[in-house]
Every structure is written in C-alpha cells, then in structure tokens.
C-alpha cells in the first residue's frame, strides 16, 4: 500500500509539473504576441507620422494662389501675387501682413514672405476654416458636409449623392487642394486633369464655388 501510494504521489506530482510548465509556456507565448502586436501597432503609427510630416513638407509646385486642406483639418494658403515695388515697397507690405499675423492671436502662422521677379509669395497655415475667412475677407468654409448642413449650408441633390464626407467652399479664384479625391465641384471649378485631389476655381469674387471629397 505504501509502494502504491508513493507511486501515486509521484505521478501526481509529474501532473503538476507539466501543467505547470504549459501555463508558463501559455504566458510566454501570450506575452510574445502582446509584444508583437504592440511593435507593429508602434512602426505602423511611426511610418504614417513620418509620412504625414513628409507629405506636408514636400508640397507639388505651387503657381497660383493655393488653398491646401490636410487631412488632420489643418488648413495651408500659399498667396502668391504680383508685386509692384513702385506701389508698395517689401518693409511696408511685410510690417502689414505681421500686423494682421499678430490680431488673429495666435490661430494664424507664417513661413515668411518672398519676393522673386515681381511676384511676392506668402505662406499661412491656419487653425480653422473661420480664421481663412477673416484673414482673407472672403466666405471660406472647409468642413465635413454634415456639419456645413448644420449651419445653413444648402447642398443640391447631385452633390449630396455624389458621396463625398467633406466640402470646401471659396468666393474667390484660386487653386483647393484636398486630401482625397474630388467627387464632385459647384461653380466655376473643374478638377486638374493630372491630380485628382487638386480643383482649378476661377469664379469671380464674391460668386461662390465648392468641392466635395
């Protein structure tokens, strides 16, 4: 009886030792795939916040004056106009544009003015789509198509259908940059034939144009 009880003891105790070593072996291998994940989760962000800052800096050629809409919601002007020094000299056109920088408080930053062959180029990033508007004292909205609705925005049937999230809309000529493709344009606008994600718009000022992505 003695013999057999040890014997049982025994086996018993080998029981425990081999659930003991799968449980370990189950943690292990759980903690690995926790690691694992946590890594890919950590490149994959990496690798899209570098393109973001990439995509940002590196910008198309830009010749006309520009409206860029960034996918975060960041809004970026590049102005560019001609410029007559006889008119108005560089000190007292730039002593303006930081004057009109400092009243926005702050929503409203600059990369510098450049004057090159007569054109001067201005460069404006913006914390929202009101902050264009009054910068520019022109209407500018650059929001989602629900929120446009919202405040009082009347969209007709065919833009609605067209199935875009977000708008745009300009009283002014100039080129929307958007972050997806251009679904649909209102007004005096057409889509470049070249990028899909760039409208051409030469409504006159004061008549309003959109596009929706």
């Known amino acids: 009886m003695a013999q057999a009880s040890n014997s049982y003891n025994r086996s018993r105790q080998k029981r425990k030792r081999r659930r003991k070593k799968r449980t370990q072996v189950i943690i292990a291998r759980l903690i690995f795939a926790v690691f694992i994940v946590t890594l890919v989760t950590l490149i994959v962000l990496g690798v899209n916040k570098i393109y973001n800052t990439i995509s940002e800096s590196v910008s198309p050629e ?3 004056t520009t409206i860029n809409v960034a996918k975060n919601g960041t809004i ?3 102005i560019i106009e001609e410029f007559n020094p006889g008119f108005y000299d560089e000190g007292s056109l730039k002593d303006d544009v930081e004057k009109r920088i400092d009243a926005a408080g702050g929503s409203i930053r600059s990369d510098g003015i450049e004057f090159d062959d007569g054109v001067a180029t201005l460069t404006l990033k913006y914390d929202s789509d009101d902050d264009v508007a009054a910068f520019n004292d022109e209407v500018f909205y650059a929001d989602t198509i629900d929120s446009l609705i919202d405040q009082g925005v009347n969209f ?6 067209a199935g875009g999230s977000h708008a745009v809309i300009v009283s002014e000529a100039l080129d929307i940059r958007c972050p997806k493709k251009i679904l649909y344009t209102g007004g005096a606008v057409t889509i470049d034939e070249d ?4 409208a051409h718009c030469t409504t006159p000022d004061g008549t309003l144009a959109f596009v929706i992505y």
């Open 76 to 78: 970026k002007e590049t």
């Open 156 to 161: 007709d049937s065919e833009a609605v259908k």
């Open 195 to 198: 990028d899909e994600k760039l």
């Open 62 to 64: 830009v010749t006309v």
